[in-house]
Structures are given as C-alpha cells and as structure tokens.
C-alpha cells in the first residue's frame, strides 16, 4: 500500500473574503474572516467531524473526548504527543513540541486583562482561581503566567486539567472554537501584542507566508504538520457525502499546498473572479441570485460548465443593535424602550429581504438560528407594523411639535438616529431602506460611513448608536447568542451593552444546565426580554448558495468549520475555464 501523499505545493486554492481581517492572534480577534486563517494555522483541543450532521465534536490534538465528572466541573484532556509548533527563529533550530501547558497558557492570554480579548466571555468566571489573578494583573498591570491556578493545570507533560467554579455543560465546544488554539509562549513573548497579530506560528496544517493587510493573504503547507487522514463520518443516502468520501478517503492532510486569500469588498470583483475561474468558490453574492438562479435552478451557462451548488441556512444572525448606553436611543425607561421598539416594528424587513438579500433569507424572530441547541421554530416575535410604530412615539412624547415633519425628543431636543455603514454598494442598498423606514416614520438617519474593522472597533468602544451586524454560531448551542446580550460581555462582543439583571440571572441559571426542557425555557425567556426592550432588531438568517468549480474536491458547507482548507483537494487534471456572461 502506497503511503498517503502530503501537500502538493503545485495545487493552489483561490478564495475571497469579502471583508477584510484584523490580524491572527487567536486571543485578540473574533471576526470570521481573521478566524477562518487563524483556523488554518491553530490547533485547539477538539473539532468537528467534516461531514456529521447535526454537528458533532470530534477530538482535534486531544487524544479523546475529555474524561468530565457528573456535575461537569472538572475536565481532564490527554494531549497527542508527537505534535510540533511550526519552526521559528525563537525555537533555535529545535523542534518544538505542543504539551498540555501551551494550552494552560493559551487560555490565559485570553483571560489576561493586557491582552483585551474580544473572546474573554467565553471564560470569565470559569475557571477555579483565576478571578484572584485578573485582580493582581489589573493592580500591578501584568498577568502572573507562571503563578499556579487550580482552574488550569498541567499535572503531566500531555495531561490538562481544568476546574471549573460551576457546572458547564458548553465547556467543549467553547474548547472546539479557533481562538483557544494553542500557541507557543516563546513566540508571543518575542513579539509586542500589535506584532503578534501578524507572525502566527501555530501547529495547525498552514504557515501565514505572506499578508497584505485588508487585501490579501497567502498561506503554505505546514511541513512539520503530523500525519493525519482524511476520516469524517457521511450521513446515510447522502450523494454529496458518498462523492466526498470518494475523493478524499485515505488522503494525508493537507493536500493543497497554497492558499491565497483576497479580500474583495464589492460583490461585482468577487463574482466576475469566480466566472473567470480565479476563484475556486464563491457565495453568491445577493445581488446575483436572480440571474445565477433563474426559475430556482442554477444558470444553464454554469450548469454546464460543471459548477457545483450547495445551499443552507447558515447558522448566523444579522442584526441590528441599540447601543443602550447612548444618550438619545439608549437606556431602559418606557420611553427609551418604546422608541426603539417603534423603530423596529416601522424598519421594512421584507425590503431588506428582498433587496439586499435578494429573498435569499428568512426572518429572525430572536437571537437564536436553526442548527443550535435552544432554538425554537415555532417561536414568533413582533413583526412590521408602521401604525403601531407611530402610535408608540405619539403615546411617548416623540412628535413632530414644529411641523417640519421630523419628530423631536420629549424634552423638545432634535432626534436623530445615527447608524454605522460601510461604503460598499450593498450597504448602500441597506442604507436605502433604513432611510425609507424612518421617514415613514418621521424620523432622520445619519450614516456614518467606514470599513467594517473601523466600525466594529467604534461599536466595541460605544460609539455607534446603532450598527447592523452579522454573529455566526461558534458552537452548536444557543449560548453562542445569548452571551451577546449578557450584561459582563458588554465590555467585549455585547455590542448593545445591554445589562438587565432579569437576563443575567437567567443566562447564569442556564449556564448550569444541560441541554433539555428547563434550559430551553430560560433561552426562550431571554429572547423574550430582549424582544421586549427592543434591543436588537431581530433580522434575519441567510440562506447561503455556495458555488464551487469542478476541480475543488471535498468541499461541503460546515456550520462550524468555514473555509476548512485542510480537507480540500484540487483536481489538477480539471483546467479552469471562463464562464460567459453573455445574454
């Protein structure tokens, strides 16, 4: 039998995001983009199995599973040996194994108040011991990595044990997602906290080998990557996973050996890329779906070109958040929350839908969307209703008192709503249709207009009134929504700071709990309560059409595993060919 081959540095895989990354430490970032390449370059305990359906963990550098006591408050992981860092200058020519203390490590970066993670509210409060350590680091402004913590330890070269304050049922997905990768103390320590961001050195399957911030980045096969086998587990009578297994089944991973990644903010580069074949795959872009999907069915053109389709509800909410700290829109009184209700229940969704999605998705009736544990179809919130809108803002005090058309406070001051907006020309289509909403509604709208990174830096520091955005699930449970609204995240990914002590006291009481009927009627609850303040406005879930070229093989749309580059391959012997577009 013939050995599995590795990567190929001959295959190269063209992709395009289409915003652009913050940089690859997987402590400081969370958005998708930087995720999806710091996904490829680091290793955290556990994954998923490519191809299970619904979504099922799978150990990643773990040996197993993690061995958990009945109240689920102590985790014990045994690490692979035989793993290595990919080299760096700072290792000195040696090879530098992965143990159980460069997790102990890892988490702690993200708990270390210096480091700022956006990610912190995956384990704050968790760990036994470590809130007497984020208050020493804060006093004396460093982070004692070296003092011990009974809530993360390594007993033993491989072995991690981690002890929890309380129960945590969720404690291994959160161990499945990107940014508890492992990376090495040494390197981190060579670089300052801005420089690291753009020297990841991980044990993951592909090295960062060139990066043009906000336009592009490359990425090469790991040469020290261990030996692994393609294995997922297809779903019975599936075609699609039948042909995958059939493709990749037996192979060493990764295959492909180069990855370049474009950032491409307009749909119109990202999609004549794709038709020219300098892409291997693409979302379509909302507003081609008429033309790709005439009738429902893929193009003939494309059809015979033998492009390949794939479609889901992507598990993901795009809302939009009221900044509850803000001083017009803002805060918790009937007539704040009457205000903000008013202007969810006037914004004209089914235009959004089918305008800027191109009725390529499905109203959001709450935080949570299909594919998480908690979610409920059933479940229906308020929808469009411009009269009940005015009548709220009459009732409260928001009228037009000198007949110009535009309402005022009820203290008489002017009313504006502030919304942040990039430049592209589909947040255009967006602005659009906010900008009708309210002046049905009688209400004026500024955009702020800025790249997406500077935007989501201003939400972060509380500086957009409003902001529409979009959360993919990062684990398979409804927690990864509803930690959104938490009151302690509002310092991280709490976009709307939103602080009620009627949710936190039910996200903390949920938080103890496994899945079942008593933890789904506290995750209905706290949607009901944001709901009920007009936190967000709901939204909606996408349904995404993936379009791949022929010679990209092993490709399949995961919930939790975006752009999961080790398990593809690309058949050389299939030449990329132009697409037509000519009508």
């Known amino acids: 039998m013939q050995p599995a081959q590795a990567a190929d540095m001959g295959k190269t895989l063209r992709a395009a995001f289409k915003t652009a990354e913050t940089g690859f430490d997987p402590a400081q970032v969370s958005d998708v983009y930087s995720n999806d390449i710091i996904r490829a370059i680091f290793d955290p305990l556990l994954t998923y199995d490519w191809l299970a359906r619904p979504a099922k963990l799978v150990p990643n550098v773990a040996v197993s599973l993690p061995q958990v006591n ?3 408050t102590e985790y014990t992981f045994q690490i692979k040996p035989g793993i290595y860092f990919a080299d760096h200058p700072v290792f000195k020519g040696q090879k530098r194994e992965l143990v159980a203390a460069d997790f102990v490590y890892s988490i702690k970066r993200i708990l270390d108040p210096a480091t700022r993670s956006p990610n912190l509210y995956m384990f704050e409060g968790k760990f036994a011991g470590a809130d007497a350590l984020i208050e020493a680091a804060r006093k004396s402004g460093k982070f004692d990595y070296d003092a011990p913590m009974a809530g993360l330890q390594a007993p033993q070269r491989y072995t991690l044990k981690i002890k929890l304050n309380k129960s945590d049922f969720k404690l291994p997905f959160l161990l499945a997602t990107v940014n508890t990768g492992a990376v090495a103390r040494e390197v981190v320590q060579a670089y300052s906290l801005q420089d690291i961001m753009a020297h990841p050195v991980g044990t993951g399957p592909y090295k960062l080998k060139e990066w043009v911030r906000g336009a592009k980045m490359v990425l090469e096969a790991n040469p020290d990557y261990r030996e692994e086998i393609f294995h ?70 494309l059809k015979q070109a033998g492009i390949i389709w794939q479609k889901e509800v992507a598990p993901g909410t795009f809302y939009s958040f009221f900044n509850l700290d803000d001083a017009q829109f803002g805060g918790y009184t009937p007539e704040r929350i009457a205000l903000r209700r008013a202007i969810i229940y006037a914004y004209r969704l089914n235009e959004e839908i089918a305008h800027y999605y191109s009725n390529m998705a499905m109203p959001a009736h709450g935080p949570l969307s299909p594919g998480v ?32 058309g535009w309402r005022e406070a009820p203290d008489g001051k002017p009313l504006e709503l502030v919304r942040g907006s990039t430049p592209s020309s589909q947040d255009q289509v967006l602005d659009e249709v906010w900008k009708r909403s309210m002046d049905a509604l009688g209400i004026r709208i500024r955009f702020i207009k800025q790249k997406w990174p500077d935007l989501l830096k201003m939400a972060r520091q509380g500086q957009l009134p409003t902001w529409g955005i979009g959360w993919a699930a990062q684990i398979p449970d409804g927690d990864t929504y509803l930690q959104l609204l938490y009151g302690p ?11 009620l002590p009627a949710f936190n006291q039910r996200y903390e009481k949920a ?27 709901m939204g909606v879930h996408r349904v995404e059409s993936h379009l791949l070229q022929p010679r990209l093989l092993g490709y399949k749309i995961h919930p939790f595993l975006t752009n999961a580059w080790k398990y593809m391959d690309i058949d050389k012997d299939i030449k990329a060919q132009h697409i037509s577009q000519d009508k």
Do not use: C
């Open 489 to 499: 995240n509002k310092e991280a990914n709490n976009l709307a700071r939103f602080d």
């Open 232 to 301: 997922a587990t297809p779903q019975a009578g599936d075609a699609q996973d039948a042909q995958i297994m059939r493709q990749m089944q037996g192979k060493r991973l990764p295959q492909i050996g180069r990855i370049e990644v474009a950032v491409m903010d307009e749909s119109q580069p990202r999609w004549l890329a794709f038709l020219a074949g300098d892409l291997d795959y693409t979302i379509v872009p909302s507003d081609f779906v008429a033309r790709v999907f005439p009738g429902g069915q893929l193009a003939p053109e």
């Open 70 to 72: 009945q109240d689920a």
């Open 511 to 537: 938080a103890g709990l496994p899945h079942g009927p008593a933890r789904d009627r506290l995750y209905l609850e706290m949607q009901q309560l944001a709901v009920a303040y007009g936190v967000w406005h």
């Open 373 to 404: 544990l908690g979610y409920d179809p059933a479940w229906r919130s308020a929808r469009q209703d411009l009269q009940l809108a005015r009548a709220l803002l009459e009732r409260y005090g928001y009228k037009d008192r000198d007949g110009d």
